[in-house]
């Protein structure tokens, strides 16, 4: 499984965005799908996780009614969308997929990352 994130911007406090991950292989909905982030000197964090089928889905405290992960898998694609954004989401946004779910960074397959920097 090959992953490409997009969609990362400058946006000021309170805005939204929308992530969106492109993913190659004919098999994608069988696959977990995940959202993490990384801010400079910090470790890659847990955002939000969605099975295969769309049906299950967990965001981390902090980001819970604001952001939302969501698929398509008609085109292979993850989203996250991202509302009231706060400066404390600044971080480089990366996609990753297995085939079990976790809230650590032990996916087998990563996308290249995108920017988000939300100013105050």
């Known amino acids: 499984v090959q992953l490409q994130a997009s969609g990362g911007g400058l946006v000021q406090a309170g805005g939204s965005l929308r992530l969106s991950c492109a993913a190659s292989?004919?098999?994608?909905?069988?696959?977990?799908a995940a959202w993490f982030r990384q801010s400079p000197g910090k470790e890659r964090e847990f955002v939000a996780f969605?099975?295969?089928?769309?049906?299950?889905?967990l965001h981390r405290n902090s980001v819970k009614g604001r952001f939302t992960i969501s698929r398509d898998n008609a085109k292979n694609e993850v989203y996250l969308q991202m509302n009231t954004l706060k400066p404390e989401d600044t971080a480089v946004y990366y996609c990753?997929?297995?085939?079990?779910?976790?809230?650590?960074?032990?996916?087998?397959?990563w996308g290249q990352g995108t920017q988000v920097t939300v100013s105050s």
């Open positions: 990753a997929a297995d085939v079990k779910p976790a809230t650590t960074p032990q996916y087998s397959y």
């Open positions: 292989g004919d098999t994608f909905s069988t696959y977990w």
């Open positions: 969605i099975s295969g089928n769309g049906g299950n889905a």
